[in-house]
């Protein structure tokens, strides 16, 4: 099994460490030519949404790996990653892979609460979350998508088939189990 991780920018080298804690092979993708091998999932690391979105069509990535993700491939979207997967954005005019029926709302949680962690359940279990100028899920836009948290009433990680994303940062802490769930939806 082997993980493709968007290294463009920003928190890519953390989630190839947590990656590697669980034995799970991964590869940096940079360019096209990186994605001509076979892989089995996709991370969309947190950054810059707008940076990640602007390299990704200037490097002709979006639409290879807007159909592969919509083929079926697996997806992991951590913070700037889950901005990526929204069909809306709530205050951006942009919009980047447009897959997942969420709308978010960037910076959701203003300068003074631009960062801080928070342990809340993931499907059923604690897990540690930091949060670092994170966007939340203002809408979602249709049934298929399921609610994974929920921290002070806003929902911060949802799946829909083979899509995950999630507000907080978990390759930023130590807890391996939302890198653990992502890995079961491969296999
Ligand atoms: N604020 C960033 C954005 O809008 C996301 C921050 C992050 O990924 N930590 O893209």
Redesign the pocket.
């Known amino acids: 099994m082997k993980i493709g991780v968007l290294a463009l920018q920003?928190?890519f080298l953390e989630h190839r460490k947590m990656l590697k804690k669980l034995g799970i092979d991964s590869f940096e993708i940079r360019q096209n030519r990186d994605i001509l091998c076979d892989f089995d999932g996709l991370i969309l690391p947190?950054?810059?949404?707008?940076v990640m979105g602007k390299l990704l069509n200037e490097l002709g990535l979006m639409q290879i790996l807007k159909q592969k993700i919509a083929d079926g491939m697996p997806v992991f979207g951590?913070?700037?990653?889950m901005?990526l997967l929204a069909k809306e954005i709530d205050n951006d005019r942009a919009r980047h892979l447009a897959l997942m029926d969420i709308q978010v709302k960037?910076?959701a949680y203003g300068r003074q609460l631009g960062s801080f962690d928070a342990k809340e359940k993931f499907a059923d279990k604690m897990v540690d979350m930091r949060f670092?100028?994170?966007?939340y899920v203002s809408k979602i836009l249709s049934n298929e998508v399921e609610i994974l948290s929920v921290v002070d009433e806003k929902i911060v990680a949802v799946r829909q088939k083979n899509m995950l994303a999630t507000a907080f940062?978990p390759e930023l802490l130590d807890d391996l189990q939302i890198h653990r769930y992502f890995v079961k939806m491969l296999k």
């Open positions: 920003g928190a947190g950054g810059e949404s707008s951590t913070c700037a990653g901005i960037r910076n670092i100028r994170a966007p940062h």
